[in-house]
């Protein structure tokens, strides 16, 4: 069952991003967006074996990936789906990369929160929970300065990955997305994935 979950995420993945990668919106746009994923499947085929993740958290990396590569293939102001729903609720823009932002928190707030617990680095959960999203607030801070030195070092062609639409306080949004991202993911996820670090806990010390 785990070899066919494994192929099953695997061929998601690869399926998705050569997609993606097909007459994408913009080649550079595309690059950019799609390596994050790339740089992650990379630390996971080699951590699989020592430091094996929960399932919730693999899963959660696969959607966040696929957010990324969609964003990639369009560019984030222009996925079609959501500019029919920018015509349906009436925005005057097109809010993927606000969905794009939102995982940017809610996807490592559980990354962040497994490796807190699982290398004991914290003590209490209140202190966990702070640390937490203060990394994902941080990680999206930090994604916003790498958009400002690509759009600086490469001029007009990091437009499509800014993806701003004119939208003065758009850095600004994008951070309270992730903020908010990552207190979801700890008010609906901390259970399930307590059990999940159990479980893998329990095997780990049965082998």
Known sequence: MQKFLLLLWLALFSGVLIWSGINPKDTFTWFLEVLPALIGIVILALTRRSHPLTSLLYLLILIHSIILMVGAHYTYAEVPLFD????????????????????QGFIPAIIAREILIRSEAVNGRAWMNLFVVSVCLAFSAF?????????????????AFLGTQGYVWDTQSDMLWALTGAILALITLSKMHDKQLFALKTQASSE
């Open 84 to 103: 029919r729903i920018s015509e349906w609720f009436g925005w005057q823009r097109n809010n993927y990369d606000k969905l794009g932002h939102l995982a």
């Open 143 to 159: 994604y916003e300065l790498i958009e400002w030195w690509v759009a600086e070092l490469s001029g007009q062609s990091a437009e």
